[in-house]
Every structure is written in structure tokens, then in C-alpha cells.
């Protein structure tokens, strides 16, 4: 079975840093690009970065360029993302997702929540 | 960036009826078009890709169509289990994937 387990979620102050980390089992880690997408409460889906699967490619959207870091560990079957200079817009649920080989997004983990308030 | 525009933001209907679900896309993604199910506190699942393709273990009654800007996604007959929330989403311009807001599927 596949399984992607985020964690690392939590309360922070604006303009502090957290790190999410993501673990993945049931499938060849290394075989497959990973994203972060996060939901704000209430709110639809937005893709926030992708990893490919040697980490030679990465990509952000706009709204997390210079903030945050994604990172892997292929011999530890985990995603990471580091996210720094936090503001209240990033409060969400941040899920690990794997890509497919067609670039589909086809499995998704539980998900963590980020908080950013004061 | 490719806005995904989705209609009714609400659809209510009832167990056995016919749902169909709108995505229109503000410019063409060809067929790069998948659709997500997602039920209160659950991640979303895949159940369409590149427009008509059903994901591994989907039922019958899920089915995808369109292609360019206007696309459907059409459950036969619904089940108890398929009231949710269906997003659509684009990855034509890969990476910088995009999704429509949501349409929420009640039982009416």
C-alpha cells in the first residue's frame, strides 16, 4: 500500500521558520518526483514546489520563491520542506504528493497544518 | 498562469441521479486535465487523468470528457459515498500547476 506520512506542522510566529517533513513506503521512493501543495482552512488546493527524482530539478511558485527550501533523502524515503520567513498566508494544510511518470499528481499523504499567527 | 474556472460551485442532488461537473480553463490545456475527489478531512484522491482516463481502482461511474478549455466530469449514478468536494486541475504548463476551486457535491 502506498503511504506518504507527513509531519512537522505546528504554530509558528510570523517571520519564523518550520520544517515539514514527509515519509514515504509502499512504492520505489526514488523512482518519483514529490511535491508540496498546500489548502488553506476552507480554501481550494495550491501547488506550492516539486522535486524531481535525483533533486537536479526544482521549482517553486511565485508565492514561496526565496522562502522556502525543498529538499530530499532518497536513502531515507523522505521529502522535506523547509520553509523560512513565515507569514500569516501561509497558514494551511501542507500535503506530500507523488507525481506519476505522465506528471500526474496521483497519490497524496494526510497532510500537516501550519499555523502562522501571533 | 491558467485559471480554472468550475461550475456550480454547489450541486445538490440525490443518491442515484446523474451529476455533471464543469471545468473551463481560461486557455488550452489540451487534454492535461485531471479531477480530484476530496471528502471533510481527507486528502484528495485521483480519480481522472489527462481528461478521461480513469485512476487505478475508480469506478465506472466516474467518467472524464473535454478537451482544450471545457471539460465535464460525470458520475452516473451516485453513491453515498461520492458526496465531496471534485476539483479540477491543469498541469499543461508543468510545473506551475494549476486548480480550479472546487465544486461541492450535497445530497440534496
Known amino acids: 500500500e502506498i503511504q506518504l506520512v507527513e509531519s512537522g506542522g505546528g504554530l509558528e510566529q510570523p517571520g519564523g521558520s518550520l520544517r515539514l517533513s514527509c515519509v514515504a513506503s509502499g512504492f520505489s521512493f526514488s523512482s518519483y518526483s514529490m511535491n508540496w501543495v498546500r489548502q488553506a482552512p476552507g480554501k481550494g488546493l495550491e501547488w506550492v514546489s516539486y522535486?524531481?527524482?535525483?533533486?537536479?530539478?526544482?521549482y517553486y511558485a511565485d508565492s514561496v520563491k526565496g522562502r522556502f527550501t525543498i529538499s530530499r533523502d532518497n536513502a531515507r524515503n523522505s521529502l522535506y520542506l523547509q520553509m523560512n520567513s513565515l507569514r500569516a498566508e501561509d497558514t494551511a494544510v501542507y500535503y506530500c504528493a507523488r507525481t506519476s511518470s505522465a506528471t500526474v499528481i496521483d497519490y497524496w499523504g494526510q497532510g500537516t497544518l501550519v499555523t502562522v499567527s501571533s | 498562469e491558467i485559471v480554472l474556472t468550475q461550475s456550480p460551485a454547489t450541486l445538490s442532488l440525490s443518491p442515484g441521479e446523474r451529476a455533471t461537473l464543469s471545468c473551463r480553463a481560461s486557455q488550452s490545456v489540451s487534454t492535461y486535465l485531471a479531477w480530484y475527489q476530496q471528502k471533510p478531512g481527507q486528502a484528495p484522491r485521483l480519480l481522472i487523468y489527462d481528461a478521461s482516463n480513469r485512476a487505478t481502482g475508480i469506478p465506472a461511474r466516474f467518467s472524464g470528457s473535454g478537451s482544450g478549455t471545457d471539460f465535464t466530469l460525470t458520475i452516473s449514478s451516485l453513491e453515498p459515498e461520492d458526496f465531496a468536494v471534485y476539483y479540477c486541475q491543469q498541469r499543461s504548463n508543468w510545473p506551475s500547476i494549476t486548480f480550479g476551486q472546487g465544486t461541492r457535491l450535497e445530497i440534496k
Open positions: 522535486i524531481s527524482r535525483s533533486s537536479s530539478t526544482i
